[in-house]
């Protein structure tokens, strides 16, 4: 299973890695604007367009950054709860129980099956 989170949609809000049964999710900092990826927040299998590069996707900052729900959103770092990004460091081990497409809210992850096979994010 490839499995990969397009960084720019991300909004922290950990939903991914709370309810992943086999940690494929870690959170990590966004970096510094001359290293987005001083944190690893490049460490999974995204492609250029997903990767990190420091600018968050302006539809997302619009829909987001003012919801209050108890997480952090587009915060610079992960405080245990939220922020940060999230990153499919364990692609590998996902069992496509597709929990996490169902509570990602930035509609960001990304995983492929071993036929080939494509599902994304459908968060409502
Ligand atoms: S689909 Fe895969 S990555 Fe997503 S929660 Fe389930 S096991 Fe984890
Ligand atoms: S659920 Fe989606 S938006 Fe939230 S941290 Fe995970 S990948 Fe990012």
Not at 40 to 69: H, L, M, T, Y
Request: glycine letters at 10%; proline letters at 6%.
């Amino acid at each position: 299973m490839d499995v990969y989170v397009n960084k720019p949609r991300c909004t922290g809000c950990q939903h991914c890695k709370d309810v992943c049964p086999v940690a494929v999710y870690e959170m990590k900092g966004r970096g510094t604007p001359d290293n987005p990826n001083a944190e690893g927040a490049n460490g999974d299998s995204a492609p250029a367009e997903a990767q990190w590069a420091g600018k968050i996707d302006p539809a997302d900052f619009a829909k987001w950054s003012k919801v209050q729900d108890g997480h952090k959103h587009f915060a610079k770092d992960n405080d245990g709860t939220s922020g940060g990004l999230s990153v499919a460091v364990n692609g590998p081990s996902c069992i496509l129980c597709q929990a996490c497409l169902i509570q990602c809210e930035g509609e960001c992850i990304h995983i492929t099956d071993d036929t080939g096979t494509k599902y994304v994010s459908i968060y409502k």
